[in-house]
């Protein structure tokens, strides 16, 4: 591990509402969902579908659907960062601080606590816990903290890790936290993805001409791989089933967390919840790798809504697999992928 003692890395996640307390939810959701990235509309028609419609009727769901999964700490998504953030720490003798794109601690407050803690720092090393590629997540992340950086210019760089999902520290990671549960008796493993709308990947193609137009476009190499999520996601299923040694009969992809009536990229997770008790796959195991923490997208949505949904239309067993929250390896890989941005000239 190379240690540069002017060198500070900070890990970045999506965030948190500060409470389940209504108020609390409504401004983070009011930040999320106003975000031109998350949903790029115009502006005026932007304010007017979130701040009108979504989330006067989503506050007090979404309140409390995060009653039903938060800790005596807090946030889970929050606890779990912070433990990941001093798991990193101690094996580092740089500082390791970590920053949310909606929430706190916000890119400002984190990087003036470095310049104030640590003056030394002239490089901080970001890296987005987000391993794919999306215009709403990974973009939006790296895009918020480059202008929080930008506008009180820091005395220090901003070094970004690029998108992980084929690194071999991230997959031999997500591999092995997931084989204990792989080696038991199961029909099926489903790799749920957050999701996101077709516009968004036909809006991300470098080229114009391949995403969503060229047969087998995932798998038929083009320059738009590089921030296609849908490509990224199906590369990363692909090499951990590969790697774990489950035959493509036992396992499939799909996406969650649709908002909205436009279409998202498919098959939808709820759908394959209903779906697959019908065609025999009775126990089964689900795997959420966008997410590397915990949250509501995995503990409610699929650990209790989705294991509903699954077990009233047939299934037998239902076994969500957690995130990597600070798995050793995971800990191990975020050490490897920084270490490779310091030595990067």
């Known amino acids: 591990m190379i240690v540069k003692p002017d060198t500070a890395i900070v890990l970045m996640n999506l965030g948190s509402p500060d409470s389940t307390a209504v108020p609390d939810v409504k401004k983070y959701l009011l930040e999320f969902l106003m975000d031109k990235r998350v949903i790029d509309y115009p502006w005026p028609l932007?304010?007017?579908?979130?701040a009108g419609i979504i989330?006067?009727?989503?506050?007090e769901k979404s309140a409390e659907a995060y009653r039903s999964i938060w800790w005596e700490d807090g946030s889970p998504l929050i606890v779990l960062t912070k433990q990941l953030q001093k798991a990193l720490q101690h094996d580092l003798e740089i500082p390791v601080e970590i920053m949310m794109r909606y929430g706190n601690p916000s890119p400002t407050a984190t990087f003036d606590k470095i310049q104030k803690e640590h003056p030394q720092v002239k490089e901080v090393i970001l890296l987005p816990l987000y391993p794919h590629y999306a215009m709403s997540s990974y973009e939006t992340a790296v895009e918020y903290a480059r202008v929080?950086?930008?506008k009180k210019r820091y005395p220090f760089?901003?070094?970004?890790?690029?998108?992980?999902?084929?690194?071999?520290?991230?997959?031999?990671?997500?591999?092995?936290?997931?084989r204990p549960y792989v080696e038991q008796d199961f029909d099926y493993l489903l790799f749920s993805y957050h999701g996101v709308?077709?516009?968004?990947?036909?809006?991300?193609?470098?080229?114009?001409?391949?995403?969503l137009k060229v047969n087998d476009c995932c798998h038929v190499a083009s320059k738009a791989h590089s921030q296609c999520y849908r490509h990224q996601v199906i590369t990363t299923s692909e090499l951990?089933?590969?790697?774990?040694?489950?035959?493509?009969?036992?396992?499939?992809?799909?996406?969650?967390?649709?908002?909205?009536?436009?279409?998202?990229?498919?098959?939808?997770t709820a759908e394959r919840f209903t779906q697959l008790p019908k065609e025999g796959r009775k126990k089964l195991l689900v795997a959420c790798p966008a997410f590397v923490s915990?949250?509501?997208?995995?503990?409610?949505?699929?650990?209790v809504e989705g294991k509903h949904s699954f077990i009233s239309s047939g299934g037998d067993s239902f076994t969500m697999i957690p995130c990597l929250n600070t798995h050793p390896l995971w800990v191990k890989a975020i050490g490897a992928l920084c270490n490779e941005e310091m030595a990067a000239v």
């Not at 932007?46 to 979130?50: G, W």
């Not at 989330?55 to 506050?59: C, G, H, L, N, T």
């Not at 040694?245 to 909205?260: A, C, E, N, T, Y």
């Open 240 to 268: 951990v089933a590969e790697k774990l040694g489950i035959p493509k009969s036992k396992w499939g992809v799909s996406f969650q967390s649709r908002l909205g009536k436009e279409e998202w990229i498919r098959p939808y």
């Open 148 to 150: 929080a950086h930008h």
């Open 46 to 50: 932007r304010k007017f579908l979130v």
């Open 197 to 211: 709308p077709v516009r968004h990947i036909r809006k991300g193609d470098l080229t114009g001409t391949h995403c």
């Open 157 to 178: 760089e901003l070094k970004v890790v690029a998108p992980y999902y084929h690194r071999e520290e991230y997959i031999d990671a997500l591999a092995e936290s997931m």
């Open 55 to 59: 989330v006067p009727k989503r506050a």
């Open 294 to 303: 915990d949250c509501l997208e995995t503990l409610e949505e699929i650990g």
